[in-house]
């Protein structure tokens, strides 16, 4: 397809609905567009994906033509795609400027809210034409997190130390996207005065802040997350959670689901405390 062929279909795709333009040819430069468009039930028009695409597991099948060096340009010309879905806050600026320059249409997907997630999934499906789908998958959401705010939104607020790697040990200041759902459970960062959002920190660090509760970002076993913390247990009492890291810190609908997991966890501790 030649780049004036690109241009005319994005010109008419901007006029008319996307009923009148059939998208059948679907790149995603990231792993969390790959899992919005199975949700959307449009994986045969999936034709290549980013490095990392693993859910669901047959998205691992697909041609992969981005990873964390860029966008293999020739591969994805090859593929010859009528929609392209990037990620605002991990592709190249440098390359999606370089799709906007070859006239191939590109939606940026950059959420930095819960219900973000779910405006960018209706427009993204109206562009690919899968409005029924979308409905009815964005309002299953949407009550979901309306009812777990509701559930936790007037409990005491819990202390926590979430981490998602021991070395270094990482956590999160206020404006980074895990404060999303801890604030949604009722929980707080010790480290929200962090002036980043992603500081570095030292055990001792943690040990004088004393959290109420440690939450792990992290797919090891619980045995070696517990490992980590054992030489300090002396010092530091605060219970270990682990949290579903590959689900929260991922912008899918399966982000739901995880946060009531881990608002369940952090009352659980609530109401061991109160008794």
């Known amino acids: 397809m030649t780049k004036w062929k690109y241009l005319l279909l994005w010109a008419v795709c901007a006029v008319f609905s ?114 029924e789908q979308s409905q009815t998958l964005v309002h299953q959401y949407r009550t979901q997190l309306a009812k777990i705010q509701q559930q936790y939104q007037h409990k005491p607020v819990v202390k926590v130390f979430y981490y998602m790697w021991s070395q270094p040990l990482m956590t999160i200041g206020k404006a980074a996207w895990a404060n999303k759902f801890l604030t949604t459970c009722g929980a707080q960062s010790i480290f929200n005065d962090s002036p980043i959002d992603y500081p570095q920190v030292s055990v001792k660090q943690v040990l004088l802040r004393q959290p109420q509760l440690l939450v792990a970002a992290s797919d090891q076993s619980m045995q070696t997350l517990e490992n980590f913390w054992a030489p300090h247990r002396p010092v530091i009492q605060a219970p270990l959670i682990q949290a579903n890291v590959n689900a929260l810190h991922r912008f899918t609908l399966r982000i739901a689901d995880a946060i009531e997991t881990l608002c369940h966890d952090i009352d659980s501790y609530r109401q061991q405390e109160q008794k």
Do not use: C
Not at 23 to 31: A, G
Not at 120 to 129: D, K, N, P, T
């Open 18 to 131: 996307p009923t009148s333009v059939a998208v059948e040819r679907i790149i995603t430069l990231s792993p969390h567009l790959t899992e919005w468009i199975y949700s959307l039930g449009l994986e045969d028009k999936l034709v290549g994906v980013s490095a990392f695409s693993d859910y669901p597991a047959e998205a691992s099948e697909k041609p992969v033509v981005a990873d964390y060096q860029g966008v293999d340009f020739t591969a994805l010309m090859a593929l010859e795609p009528d929609l392209v879905l990037a990620w605002g806050g991990g592709n190249k600026p440098q390359d999606i400027t370089r799709l906007k320059s070859l006239g191939i249409p590109v939606f940026i997907s950059q959420p930095d809210t819960l219900d973000a997630i779910a405006s960018e999934i209706l427009e993204v499906a109206r562009l690919a034409g899968a409005d």
